[in-house]
């Protein structure tokens, strides 16, 4: 039997408000109450006054990007091509010759000149590496001149070197398959361990063709738990549900595409996007196929899920449920919790849909604080009435939609906190929700969307997942005042009662 006893803290726990002690035996909760009146225990951690809550749990993570993003090439900074070009010379001097530089994170809707640089020039900048840029979303990349060739002839290809579609699905994959199983390894491995310290206990890790491979996917599934956060599989291909399920994936979900991206003016919209001739965006599925698929999941016993962002897209998905529901009834696709990635643009028709069916909406409400508002990217590619109702993540809480909140990392930081923090405060004030409310889609929404319910919450009977903070603005209502902007610092991660981090 595993016993520890934590004493003289705060904790944020609807069963003992007043609690300022918890005794963990065997990864649960056995015990809240008074430090001054404590059971015996094995083993004693004094937390010297510091705030304990539920960790967090990022619904939409890629371990593998991630990583070589914190490790590698970061594009977020710059501000031009120029700067770009700078960037990728510097960084490629320490790569090997033979080798992929890896970049990400480049936005040209934040550069005063919104061209970016060509295959040849990125070409020139890497000294004959090839390079692959992901750009902000990662649904599109620069490369340079040696790689782009892997892409010719497939939808969304572009001479020069801006590639979307399946053209980036091409490029990517060799990107990828020149990391060796170590190196993949070792970046799924820095991703984790940095969620770790972000006092996140679980991650949701969204794979699929187009994403990663079936080696990437089945790594960062092997390094689950072992001293590191607990990563649920989803499998994001069309028809595999039995395939996800032996992959280990606990659901043929995340990651399996309705559409592109805002940013790379890939979402699949009604009205056409604002800024030039790019047309209504990219359908990638039918309702017939997303019902089928759907239908498919029922029967294999897994969950089911689409990425969908443009409010075509999402339609087209929820009229798959519909189409599903008539044929396994409303009742047990309900019970299927199958889920929705970002669904940003979305309408009271819509949301009504979502909560017919029981769906889950997995967002990210740091998209909206990157890019929403009436003067951010979102009001360049859609137009100012269009931006100011995107990401109505508050109107889907009220309305009884469930929330899982992730950060679709590295597309956004891992910093849950700020997650938190955007939600509560979104550019459009009418989408307004509660810290308490943002904070709970954050922990316990998150395990809930993974099929896990005894998670999530501090209270006897329930998993020992939980995170200790030190809290710089002080606390509001039992949780971190985040309104000033700080983020609290990690202490301690634990993950049914072991520690998976500890600060030095």
Avoid at 204 to 231: I, N, W, Y
Wanted: glycine residues 12%; charged residues 20%.
């Amino acid at each position: 039997m595993i016993e520890v006893l934590y004493t003289h803290g705060r904790f944020y726990s609807p069963a003992d408000p007043r609690a300022t002690a918890m005794l963990v035996r065997d990864g649960r909760i056995a015990w809240l109450g008074s430090s001054d009146d404590t059971p015996s225990a094995a083993a004693t951690v004094d937390l010297g006054g510091a705030l304990v809550t539920p960790a967090f749990v990022d619904a939409h993570l890629h371990a593998t990007d991630t990583g070589l993003a914190a490790e590698g090439l970061d594009l977020s900074g710059v501000r031009s091509a120029g700067e770009l070009l700078g960037a990728v010379a510097a960084f490629a001097r320490t790569r090997p010759a033979d080798g992929v530089v890896h970049g990400h994170g480049w936005d040209e809707s934040t550069w005063a000149e919104q061209t970016p640089p060509t295959a040849e020039e990125l070409e020139r900048a890497g000294e004959g590496r090839r390079v692959y840029l992901s750009q902000a979303s990662v649904h599109s990349a620069l490369v340079s001149a040696s790689l782009l060739g892997a892409a010719a002839g497939e939808p969304g290809f572009d001479a020069s070197g801006w590639v979307r579609e399946q053209a980036h699905h091409a490029v990517r994959a060799v990107a990828l398959e020149s990391l060796t199983p170590a190196q993949r390894t070792r970046a799924q491995r820095a991703a984790l361990e940095l969620a770790a310290s972000r006092g996140i206990a679980a991650v949701h890790e969204c794979g699929g063709p187009g994403t990663s491979s079936e080696d990437d996917f089945r790594s960062v599934l092997a390094l689950s738990g072992r001293g590191l956060p607990q990563v649920f599989g989803y499998w994001g291909e069309l028809g595999a549900a039995e395939k996800a399920r032996e992959l280990g994936a606990v659901g043929a979900a995340g990651d399996l595409y309705a559409d592109g991206a805002l940013g790379s003016r890939t979402a699949s919209l009604r009205e056409p996007f604002a800024d030039g001739d790019h047309g209504h965006g990219e359908a990638f599925l039918t309702a017939e196929q997303a019902a089928e698929h759907l239908v498919d999941c029922v029967r294999v016993g897994v969950q089911g899920g689409f990425h969908a962002i443009g409010d075509a897209a999402i339609e087209t998905v929820l009229e798959g449920f519909a189409l599903a529901a008539k044929r396994v009834g409303v009742d047990e696709l309900r019970e299927g919790r199958h889920r929705v990635e970002h669904v940003e643009l979305i309408d009271k028709a819509m949301i009504a849909r979502m909560v017919e069916f029981g769906v889950i909406a997995s967002v990210q409400p740091v998209f909206d604080a990157l890019w929403g508002g009436p003067d951010q990217m979102y009001a360049q590619r859609l137009g100012v009435e269009r931006a100011m109702a995107s990401n109505p993540i508050g109107q889907m809480h009220a309305t009884g939609v469930l929330l899982a909140f992730g950060s679709d990392s590295p597309v956004t930081p891992l910093d849950p906190w700020a997650v938190v923090r955007a939600a509560s405060a979104p550019r459009n004030p009418v989408y307004r929700m509660s810290v308490r409310a943002a904070f709970a889609a954050s922990t316990r929404g998150g395990w809930r969307a993974a099929g896990v319910d005894g998670a999530g919450v501090l209270a006897p009977g329930a998993s020992a997942s939980f995170a200790v903070w030190e809290t710089p603005d002080g606390v509001r209502d039992g949780l971190p005042d985040v309104s000033g902007g700080a983020s609290p610092v990690c202490l301690r991660t634990v993950l049914h009662g072991e520690t998976i981090y500890e600060k030095g």
